[in-house]
């Protein structure tokens, strides 16, 4: 215990100093923010932030939230099983598991007319959707910042390029895929301008977030674990996905549900009160059901966009 207060008393001292208010909403412009509530960094850190909403939109972002030279370190965790590939544990064997049926999932929202072209994985962790896809026979390129994440990628075959490298010598991809990345992405806007440009005519960008708006989230109220400050800035409703897509001269097609993210969320999200994990199943479940039969969206969603011909 003792050492975690010191942890957290350092990290606070450091990131006092190296946090940074948004100057704009990414969606509307607008300049001004009111704080909602506040979220511990539940998975690292332990620190407090504040999420905020744009007064002209409604959108909910982190904020302030670390500098972008600091945001790095927020992920230093064995336990970021997106990105290890670890297999300890059985919240990340499960997790690993379901992996595949979730690939299934992903590979299926893509539309069948799709043009012929090499699909391109921006954020790919270690890189597994990309092998699913070549055991599909796709031609296919993945993008991915953290180094650790490269190494993990080419240590299971998969050779992944740098962010920074996408879009060298003007190649144009029929498919580029972002699962769960948008909304750790700063400069979105940016990145979105970047993706749009190097989309062939007709081509498909899918983009996977979580849903504040689905049962799961207003259940665990600020314990629900993909809130995941600092490392999300940027919080989605459908609206707001929607909205700052289209402002990138690509058409909303279609959503569909990720079914199995409410699950694993809902597990994460009861251990964050230091409750009965194994209950998020049941919660995770609910989340599913009212998405089905009611009002609600679920937990995480994927939607298609397409850019005109
Ligand atoms: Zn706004």
């Known amino acids: 215990m003792s050492d975690d207060s010191t942890f957290h008393v350092e990290q606070t001292k450091n990131s006092v100093a190296e946090k940074v208010q948004l100057s704009h909403c990414p969606i509307c412009n607008n300049t001004?923010?009111?704080s909602k509530f506040s979220v511990l960094d539940h998975f690292y850190s332990h620190e407090e932030f504040h999420i905020a909403e744009c007064n002209g939109c409604g959108f909910l972002c982190t904020n302030p939230r670390p500098a972008n030279s600091i945001l790095p370190?927020?992920?230093n965790s064995d336990a970021y099983v997106s990105h290890s590939?670890?297999?300890?544990?059985?919240?990340?064997?499960?997790?690993?598991?379901?992996?595949?049926?979730?690939?299934?999932?992903?590979?299926?929202?893509?539309?069948?007319?799709?043009?012929?072209?090499?699909?391109?994985?921006?954020?790919a962790g270690n890189g597994g959707f990309l092998r699913y896809l070549k055991g599909k026979g796709k031609d296919v390129i993945g993008f991915e910042p953290e180094e650790d994440a490269r190494k993990n990628a080419a240590n299971q075959g998969m050779d992944l390029s740098p962010v920074s490298d996408f879009g060298h010598k003007n190649k144009s991809y029929s498919c580029i895929t972002m699962w769960h990345v948008l909304e750790h992405i700063p400069d979105v806007n940016e990145v979105l301008d970047k993706l749009v440009s190097h989309l062939t005519p007709g081509g498909i960008l899918a983009i996977a977030v979580p849903n504040y708006e689905s049962f799961d989230a207003k259940w665990y109220r600020e314990y629900w674990a993909a809130f995941?400050?600092?490392?999300?800035?940027?919080?989605?409703?459908?609206?707001?996905?929607?909205?700052?897509?289209?402002?990138?001269?690509?058409?909303?097609?279609?959503?569909?549900?990720?079914?199995?993210?409410?699950?694993?969320?809902s597990i994460l999200s009861e251990g964050y009160q230091n409750k009965f994990k194994p209950k998020g199943i049941i919660l995770g479940a609910l989340s599913n059901l009212y998405a089905r039969f009611s009002d609600y969206p679920y937990s995480s969603q994927i939607y298609i966009f397409k850019k005109p011909i």
Request: glycine share 4%; net charge positive; charged share 25%.
């Open 85 to 123: 590939g670890s297999k300890k544990g059985l919240l990340n064997r499960i997790y690993h598991q379901v992996q595949t049926f979730n690939f299934r999932i992903k590979y299926r929202s893509i539309p069948l007319d799709v043009p012929h072209g090499t699909w391109a994985d921006y954020g």
């Open 32 to 34: 001004k923010f009111k």
């Open 228 to 265: 995941d400050v600092p490392r999300h800035i940027w919080h989605f409703s459908e609206k707001h996905i929607i909205r700052l897509c289209q402002k990138h001269q690509i058409e909303f097609q279609y959503k569909k549900p990720m079914p199995f993210d409410s699950f694993y969320v």
């Open 73 to 75: 370190s927020y992920y």
